[in-house]
């Protein structure tokens, strides 16, 4: 999401002890329950597989009342910690607790949340205060070695995990081409959060810093494909943004594919429009965006979540509703909404038409299954079985 203010090289003993409670992990996991996601999902009602297709917002800092009763009442499977928190673990934890609480079989069939934030460095740090790090920016991240970088974000996702997040929307893989087009890409070189100015640069360091989440078992979400780093508009703030440039096999899609083939569970869609692919629809909704060319083109076989279809200027044209058809429709998973408002037109609407069309509904049961084998990785299904 644009926020408007906003390999590993030895076997040290750091390498060594990630790789260990990597192991013990998943061992865990493993010896817990046969976590089998397609059983998963046949014991679910369909109103609990549409839920799992929506991740609502609450202030990182304060219970928004109105989330946390959607969990029950639209069966909502994920929520992510928005805004700023300045005073450390304390009062995040306590919003990711007490959205953790309302998870049970009438809710969620058992199935826990990924409880997500932005934490990219920069201006888009949510979580802020004691217990976490002053990152910098991606742009300085990307002066570091790929060790480094590495170990510093499984810090930082350790950091996350301490206050109840599991899932970063994070990192950001979109190129700028240079300092001078930085000054003229307001969502991305405006606040320094590419990588680099190459997409040598951007992919391999965008590769460390998901593989250091995942080393501290956070989940990472690479953005925003098939990239803003060559618009002049921010899609949260301005409407019929733009991309005139990008092409179906442009280069400027290399950091995207390495984020891919580095097995990547999660990629979060652009909603910008792009001329040379689909100038009908922004890719959010694009299926030729999304299906040829993401899952397609690169293989992508994870959760793709879109940006932010709440508030954000560039989808205002299009009903709530219509936002929530569009991206499922176009093959997406997990529709972001980063205030509640909207979502229960939103769940209502995705919820007709997966009773009334059989195709739309396999749509929706492939998107939650593929949510439900992320979560089955992060140990978050429930027991089934025996």
């Known amino acids: 999401m644009q926020t408007v203010l906003c390999n590993r090289v030895g076997y040290g003993p750091g390498v060594f002890s990630s790789v260990v409670a990597a192991v013990a992990l998943a061992l865990s996991i493993a010896h817990a329950a046969p976590h089998r996601p397609a059983q998963v999902l046949e014991d679910m009602t369909l109103a609990?597989?549409?839920?799992?297709?929506?991740?609502?917002?609450?202030?990182?800092?304060?219970?928004?009342?109105?989330?946390?009763?959607?969990?029950?009442?639209?069966?909502?499977?994920?929520?992510?910690?928005?805004?700023?928190?300045?005073?450390?673990?304390?009062?995040?934890?306590?919003?990711?607790?007490?959205?953790?609480?309302?998870?049970?079989?009438?809710?969620?069939?058992?199935?826990r949340l990924f409880v997500a934030t932005d934490q990219e460095g920069g201006l888009v740090r949510v979580l802020q205060g004691p217990g976490f790090s002053d990152i910098p920016t991606a742009l300085v991240q990307g002066t570091w070695g790929l060790p480094r970088l590495r170990h510093a974000a499984e810090t930082w996702a350790g950091q996350l995990r301490g206050a109840g997040v599991n899932m970063n929307l994070a990192p950001v893989t979109d190129?700028?081409?240079?300092?001078?087009?930085?000054?003229?890409?307001?969502?991305?070189?405006?606040?320094?959060?590419?990588?680099?100015?190459?997409?040598?640069?951007?992919?391999?360091?965008?590769?460390?810093?998901?593989?250091?989440m995942t080393d501290g078992h956070v989940v990472p979400t690479v953005k925003h494909f098939p990239g803003l780093g060559r618009v002049r508009g921010n899609t949260d703030t301005s409407a019929h943004v733009t991309d005139r440039v990008t092409t179906r096999h442009d280069s400027y899609l290399r950091p995207f594919r390495a984020a891919v083939r580095a097995g990547v569970p999660a990629v979060m869609m652009s909603t910008a429009y792009y001329s040379h692919l689909d100038?009908?629809?922004?890719?959010?909704?694009?299926?030729?965006?999304?299906?040829?060319?993401?899952?397609?083109?690169?293989?992508?076989?994870?959760?793709?979540?879109?940006?932010?279809?709440?508030?954000?200027?560039?989808?205002?044209?299009?009903?709530?509703?219509?936002?929530?058809?569009?991206?499922?429709g176009a093959g997406g998973d997990i529709?972001?909404?980063?205030?509640?408002?909207?979502?229960?037109?939103?769940?209502?609407?995705?919820?007709?038409?997966?009773?009334?069309?059989?195709?739309?509904?396999?749509?929706?049961?492939?998107?939650?299954?593929?949510?439900?084998?992320?979560?089955?990785?992060?140990?978050?299904?429930?027991?089934?079985?025996?």
């Open 335 to 386: 529709v972001l909404v980063v205030e509640p408002d909207p979502l229960p037109a939103m769940y209502d609407a995705v919820l007709e038409r997966a009773r009334n069309s059989a195709t739309f509904r396999a749509k929706v049961d492939a998107a939650a299954l593929r949510v439900l084998r992320a979560k089955d990785r992060q140990g978050l299904l429930p027991r089934v079985g025996p």
């Open 48 to 111: 609990q597989r549409v839920g799992q297709l929506f991740m609502v917002g609450t202030p990182a800092d304060r219970v928004d009342q109105r989330t946390r009763a959607q969990i029950g009442a639209y069966h909502v499977g994920n929520v992510m910690l928005t805004g700023r928190s300045h005073d450390g673990v304390r009062k995040p934890k306590h919003v990711s607790t007490v959205m953790r609480r309302e998870v049970d079989a009438a809710s969620t069939g058992g199935v």
């Open 279 to 328: 100038p009908r629809w922004p890719a959010a909704f694009s299926p030729f965006v999304v299906g040829t060319m993401l899952r397609g083109d690169l293989g992508f076989r994870g959760v793709v979540i879109s940006d932010d279809l709440a508030r954000a200027k560039q989808v205002a044209s299009f009903s709530p509703a219509g936002r929530a058809l569009r991206f499922i």
């Open 175 to 212: 190129t700028v081409p240079g300092r001078k087009a930085a000054r003229h890409n307001p969502p991305i070189g405006k606040y320094d959060r590419e990588f680099g100015y190459t997409t040598r640069v951007v992919g391999r360091h965008g590769v460390a810093f998901l593989r250091g």
